[in-house]
Every structure is written in structure tokens, then in C-alpha cells.
């Protein structure tokens, strides 16, 4: 990663602001991750990319979501993200007994899946990290220049 712009072998991508308080994780080799420690919340951005794969993007989102239990899913709409349609699905549930909530786009561009999403604790701290998430998501592009 170069400033907010991401490069590998399949995938490349712009991504927002985040503003204070952030900072980057490291992650796996294809993720892209960012915490707040006052926030308690973690930010990231995930691309995978398969000619062969036309997966829907409920079951890509539900594919996210192994691993959590009582789950309740607050809203789940398509929003335009980056010329394309992306599903927003706003989500509380539990990760090994602890409560989270969890804000998750999922985009399919150019034969690539794009992930991005929030999590935190719920309630007033997943609503600290909703601007700069937000910020986050209208930022992002795959239309990035050349190297």
C-alpha cells in the first residue's frame, strides 16, 4: 500500500480518509486493516479475485459472517459503491461471547470482490466510528492511476 492506494497482482483500489485515531494493522498478505484503539473498532478492506466465481452477494456477505453468533441483521440494502451496486448489511451479533456490531459492504467490479467493513463494540462506539467509516467507503475507487 502506497498512501491510500492498494496494488497487487489482481487487484488495485483507492481508499478514503479515516481521520484521526486510526492505525494501520497488520494483517494477511491481501487485507488491509486499520484500529482505533478509543474506538475499540477495526476497520478493513479485503479484494478477491476469480474469473470463474459469480457468487451472489448475500451468500459473499454471510461468508463474512462465520464465526458469529446471534446474529440480527438491522438493514440490508444495494447503495452504489464505485459505478457498481454493493450490498450494505448492518449487523448485531456475537464473536466469542462478546458483543459486536458490524457495518459490511460487499461489491463485485471486474472480476474481483471487494469487502469492506467495520466492526466495534455496539451502541455509541460503533456510532464514534461511523463517520470516518463512511468516509472510508466513499472514498474507495478502483479507478486508480498507473503506476
Known amino acids: 500500500m502506497h498512501g491510500r492506494i492498494y496494488r497487487d497482482d489482481e487487484a488495485h ?9 486510526w492505525s494501520p494493522v497488520s494483517v494477511q498478505d491481501d487485507d488491509i486493516a486499520f484500529h482505533n484503539a478509543s474506538l475499540e473498532a477495526i476497520i478493513s ?15 459473499l456477505t454471510n461468508h463474512l459472517l462465520a ?21 450494505r448489511t448492518h449487523v448485531i451479533a456475537s464473536l466469542d461471547g462478546l458483543p459486536r456490531e458490524l457495518l459490511i ?7 474481483c470482490v471487494y469487502d469492506l467493513i467495520m466492526i466495534s463494540p455496539p451502541g455509541s462506539t460503533f456510532m ?3 463517520t470516518p467509516f463512511e468516509s472510508f ?3 474507495f475507487t478502483t479507478e486508480v492511476p498507473a503506476r
Request: charged share 20%.
Open 137 to 139: 467507503v466513499a472514498g
Open 105 to 111: 459492504f460487499v461489491m463485485k467490479k471486474n472480476e
Open 13 to 21: 483500489y483507492r481508499i478514503g480518509e479515516l481521520g484521526d485515531g
Open 128 to 130: 464514534g466510528a461511523l
Open 45 to 59: 478492506v479485503n479484494a478477491s479475485c476469480d474469473p470463474a466465481a459469480d457468487i451472489p452477494l448475500t451468500v
Open 67 to 87: 464465526g458469529f453468533t446471534a446474529r440480527q441483521t438491522v438493514t440490508e440494502d444495494l447503495v452504489p459503491l464505485d459505478g457498481r451496486q454493493a450490498l
